[in-house]
Nanobody, 118 residues
Framework: QVQLVESGGGLVQYGGSLRLSCTAS???????????MGWYRQAPGKQRELVAS???????NYTESVKGRFTISRDNAKNTVYLEMNSLKPEDTAVYSC?????????WGKGTLVTVSS
């Protein structure tokens, strides 16, 4: 079993910034570095969407709506993936979670709520 714990969310004004963290733990077999990881978000009444991903060799991809504003990174020594979010907009309001960028995902963590006020 792998546990994912997200943190760093909060209430921020339009144009503000936040840095989210997600740490994986629990399984002695985990080799975090080999997994492609992603940050997902789910806004009220909407489906969960993948907003950013980072491969095992540090290639990154972003959904169009966050390109140029969000940056995903990872620290394999800490089993942690980060999401730096700048120029936040009210439409970025959602619960943010991390997981494998794969159909074979781990159990979801609780996520961290990001609320952007206008």
């Amino acid at each position: 079993q792998v546990q994912l714990v997200e943190s760093g969310g909060g209430l921020v004004q339009y144009g503000g910034s936040l840095r989210l963290s997600c740490t994986a733990s629990g399984s002695i077999y985990i080799s975090f570095s080999i997994y492609n990881m992603g940050w997902y978000r789910q806004a009220p009444g909407k489906q969960r969407e993948l907003v950013a991903s980072i491969s095992s060799d540090f290639r990154t991809n972003y959904t169009e709506s966050v390109k140029g504003r969000f940056t995903i990174s990872r620290d394999n020594a800490k089993n942690t993936v980060y999401l730096e979010m700048n120029s936040l907009k009210p439409e970025d309001t959602a619960v943010y979670s991390c997981n494998r960028d794969s159909n074979a995902r781990w159990d979801w963590g609780k996520g961290t709520l990001v609320t952007v006020s206008s």
